[in-house]
Each structure stands twice: as C-alpha cells, then as structure tokens.
C-alpha cells in the first residue's frame, strides 16, 4: 500500500497536513500519538470511509483515490476494526461474521458458514459464543468478533483503529493476541494503538503523528528509547509516562 | 317483533362491521408501510429534490383532515384522473397514503437513531449504500419502531370509523343503519364503542407480542 500526500480538512481545521507512507506486504506499522492526531481520520481515509481533500492512494497496484474506482468493490481488500466494535446488533456472533460473505461476496450459506467459523475458531472465540447477541458478549469477546468478521472477508490488509481502547484493561491482553498472531502469520496490518509494549513486540515500523503530521518515524524500539523529534520526547513523557525514554 | 329483538337480531350485522373495519386497517398499514419505507430511505439517503417531494407529500397528507381528505379524492382528484372508485378503494387509498406520510417520519427517526458506526461497519465490509441500509440499519430500525407502529394501528382503527362518511359498511356505518331501522340509537353506539376498545386492546397485544419476540437482545429501547 502506498499513501501519498494526505490532507483533509473539517471546516476549518486541517485534520490531515500531508500524510505519506508506504506499507510492504507483511509488515506491521503502528501509529501512535496524541488524541485529535488525526490517527482515526487517517485510517478512515485509507479505507475511503472518510473522503480525503487531497492526495492518493495505492493498494496492490490499484489508486484506490481515482474517481473511476468501484470504492466498494475494493473496499472488501481491506478489513477494518473499529474502536467500537461496531458489530450489527440484531445479529448472532457468526450471523455477524458471515454477512459480509454473503451479501457482498455473494458466497451461499454454507460456504459462508464454512469461512465464518473458521475465522471465529483463529480468533479464538468458541463455539458456545457463536449463536449469542452482541450484547451477551464481552467487550475482548465483541472485538475479537469484530476482528473475524474482518478476516473472513480474506482482505489484502487489516486496519486496526485502536482496537482495545474502549476495553477494560484486562480484556485488552486477548485481543492483542489475537491481532499479534495475525501480524505473526503474516497478515499486513496499520494499527493505531497506546500500547507502547505492543508496538515494541509487534510492529516493524512505528510512526509518532502530532497535530495531523508524522513527526517521526523508524523502527519501534529506536523511537520509544532514543527518539529525535523534541516532540516526540514530550508525547513519550507526557502522554505515557514511559520511564527513562530519553538517552 | 319489539325493537329490543329486532335489536338483537342486528348484532351480529354490526360485528360483521369489525372485519371490513380490520380489513382497512390492515391494508391502510400495509400500504402505509410500503410509502413509508420508500419515503423514509429516499428522505435519509435520496438528493434533495427527493427530499422536497417527500416533504410536500408529508406536509400535504398530514396537514388536513381525514375527512377532507377522503372526500377530496373521492369526488375530485380520482375522478379527474379518470378512476372510478369504490368508496372501499378510496378508502384504502387515503388511509394508506395519510399512514405513509406518518410512517415516513416515524422511520426516517428510527433510521436516523442507529448510530454511525453501524454504517462505517457495513461500508467497511465492501457493503453499498443500499445494502447497508437494507442489510443492516432498516432491520434495527424497524425493530425500534414497532412500538411507534402499534400506535399508528390505534391511529388507523380510530380514522376508519370516519370512512363511514363514504359509506364503507365498516362499524359506524352498520350501526347508524342499526338505528334507523330499530329506533334504539343508546344500546348501539355504546356497542360500537366497545367493539372499537376491544380492537384496540387486541392490536395492541399482538403489537407487544411482536415486539417482545423480535427485540434486539440486550438494547434497552430494542
């Protein structure tokens, strides 16, 4: 995926100043910086659920940002996890995961049935959850959900927009299992995210964005312990009190 | 044969009046349902020319009475149109496309409850705007607005009582007929009467019967 010169504007805030970044096959980007950033904007703009003002973008080959492309159909190439979940309240668990297949892949019900279990089951949700309501699960049980309705549509790239955020703490350690055993397999993934442990472990590249820019980017254990930009030092200090960032 | 037999050989004849009056109901709702629906998507999500049409139909249907209404279409504009109805058909018609207006605005707020997110999660999946909105906000919105449907019922059972003014032999008509032909005008309105609270307590019922089965589990206000 290429992204190159990214700018959106709200009214008269420029949420976005000139975004660019390129993410190979397999590898895992994290994002991180303060709230207002522009992270969430960014990641809604990768998938054109928010129409950027300016700039392009790439994926697989394809300028997903030329007004000639079926947004639609390119869309199923990218699977998006929300910070809310978002899962279809009025649908079970596997109902959730399999609507995609067979609304939008036309898939019948039980090839349909086939994927969406098989998606469940590497999330790790079991099939006693399968036939509740979103409402009867947790939230690490919900994000997990949401995570396979995402994988079972077999994209090219996963977006995570701070996937545990809205999760109690101890919640928040199975679902980063999760996206960690994707990423492990090889699934390529952009993930806005606070945990710094995560990005640490997971990520190949780390991107620090304040105020709508990246101020800094580079590998994960480079930026946390010896990072450049002033900035970034203020974000790692203030923001996640990480102990002894500086050298 | 005294009035009070002749009376109660009449009864059965007004309770007859509950099918036809259930029978507009019915098809006053269906059809309303049908507007609705259409009227509601094309409010929420059609251009804005769509919306102004839907806006003067709305204002139209529920800024004047039934009643006018009902003889306005029945003795002007079906006619001007070169259509010969009954007053049974008029009826229907009027009553359906006064319920659309009302059902439009009770969708269009029930569409527009659910949140945003539940779209982004549909677009994200590679989902239309149509199917989205097919797929996954009108199920949830229609789930929310039975109990503003159940309502409407009461609404439409109490506007057919009107349609006697076309001479529909619903309730209200038979029982005037009842009256004149027995010269008893206590016994059967207040029969009348009864008959139209026990239609509403039975629609309400099955109303809330409906909406306890198909209630999102776990949303508050499902």
Known sequence: ?247 | MTNIQSLLKYLPFIFEGSLWSLGLVAAGLGLGFTIGIFMSLGEVYGPSYVRKLIEFYTWFFRGTPLLVQLFLFHWSIFPALGLRTSPLETSILVLGMRSGAYQSQIFRGSIKSIEEGQMLAAKALGMTTWQSAFHIILPQALRKAIPQLSNEYSIILKDSAICFILGVMEIMTRTRYVTIATGIAFIPYLIAGCLYILLTYLGAKIFDTIHARVKMQGLISG
Request: glycine share 8%.
């Open chain 1, 1 to 247: 995926m290429k992204v190159e010169n990214l700018r959106k504007r709200f009214g008269d805030e420029e949420v976005l100043k000139g975004i660019s970044f390129d993410v190979m096959r397999g590898e895992v980007k994290a994002i991180m910086g303060p709230s207002g950033a522009g992270k969430s904007t960014l990641l809604k703009c990768i998938d054109l659920l928010v129409k950027p003002d300016e700039g392009r973008i790439w994926l697989e080959g394809v300028e997903l940002t030329d007004p000639t492309v079926d947004v639609n159909k390119q869309r199923r190439k990218i699977g998006f996890v929300f910070q809310e979940f978002n899962l279809f309240h009025h649908l079970t668990a596997i109902e959730n995961v399999m609507i995609g297949l067979r609304k939008v892949k036309k898939l019948p019900k039980d090839k349909a049935r086939e994927l969406a279990e098989k998606a469940l089951l590497r999330v790790h949700i079991d099939e006693s959850l399968w036939n509740k309501y979103p409402a009867q699960l947790s939230g690490g049980q919900k994000q997990r959900v949401a995570i396979a309705r995402a994988l079972a549509m077999e994209p090219s790239i996963m977006l995570y927009d701070e996937p545990t955020s809205a999760l109690d703490p101890q919640l928040t350690g199975e679902v980063l299992q999760v996206i960690k055993e994707l990423a492990d397999s090889g699934m390529t993934s952009i993930i806005v995210t606070h945990e710094v442990g995560f990005a640490l472990e997971v990520a190949d590249e780390l991107m620090i964005m304040v105020g709508g820019r990246i101020i800094e980017r580079g590998r994960p254990a480079e930026v946390v312990y010896s990072p450049e930009s002033e900035s970034t030092k203020a974000f790692f200090r203030k923001v996640l009190r990480v102990e002894g960032t500086t050298r």
